[in-house]
């Protein structure tokens, strides 16, 4: 088992252009969890989602951000018109319930945004 | 609202003292709490819950509701430890994770 692939590891955009970032998650996980580490900060939750459903974004900026888990493929982290702020780690997680004790989660490697 | 707080961003040991990385929580029900570990180079991944009540890698956490402390600890320090440590707390009925800051444990030799 792989774990939880994310790609690309590093990506870099110029303000106002879009981000893409893609998580796919460990074989038979079907619930998502994507997570923003600013510099100096801790993680933060931004949404959860299951397949085809958000169940939770909570932590998702009203705007410029929108997250997807189509039925097949990977779960995608959409970023638009990207500003310098943006600027992080972008963690996803996966776990093959709702996550808690018995569940917990599997990270991936990160997505490293710089927005120049 | 659900808080984790780790007041040390840094904590520098010597080999084979005695360890512990403060966590503080703030909930008013009943939270899962969680230390999660990311050694250089390598993925975040669980390092013990409190649930289980084990003892991972000779580390151990006790839940102290009095206090709201779920502080991580090990008696001997090895360099091997060093890495960032996050704890994390899960709400009662929650379906997310809110970690702390962080604190990076370095052990010197």
């Known amino acids: 088992n792989a774990g939880v692939m994310q790609n690309p590891r590093h990506l870099v955009r110029r303000r106002g252009q879009e981000a893409r970032l893609r998580c796919s998650p460990m074989?038979?996980?079907?619930?998502v969890y994507w997570y923003r580490q600013l510099p100096e900060e801790g993680l933060k939750f931004m949404v959860y989602?299951?397949?085809?459903?958000?169940?939770?974004e909570s932590g998702m900026p009203k705007e410029r951000f929108s997250a997807e888990f189509p039925k097949e493929g990977p779960s995608i982290l959409r970023i638009q018109q990207v500003v310098r702020g943006d600027s992080a780690a972008y963690f996803c997680?996966?776990?093959?319930?709702?996550?808690?004790?018995?569940?917990?989660?599997?990270f991936g490697n990160g997505t490293r945004l710089t927005v120049t | 609202a659900q808080r984790v707080t780790q007041p040390e961003k840094l904590l520098s040991v010597f080999k084979g003292a005695p360890v512990e990385l403060k966590c503080n929580y703030s909930?008013?029900?009943?939270?899962?709490l969680f230390w999660y570990v990311q050694y250089s180079r390598q993925r975040l991944q669980l390092l013990l819950r409190?649930?289980s009540r084990e003892s991972i890698k000779g580390f151990t956490a006790d839940l102290n509701k009095g206090e709201t402390s779920f502080h991580l600890k090990k008696p001997f320090a090895q360099e091997e430890d060093s890495a960032m440590y996050y704890c994390a707390l899960e709400r009662e009925y929650g379906n997310k994770l809110v970690f702390g800051a962080g604190t990076i444990l370095r052990v010197k030799s």
């Open positions: 997680a996966s776990s093959p319930r709702q996550a808690g004790g018995d569940s917990p989660l599997h």
């Open positions: 074989k038979g996980h079907s619930h």
């Open positions: 409190h649930i």
């Open positions: 909930y008013s029900g009943s939270p899962e």
């Open positions: 989602l299951q397949k085809e459903n958000i169940i939770d």
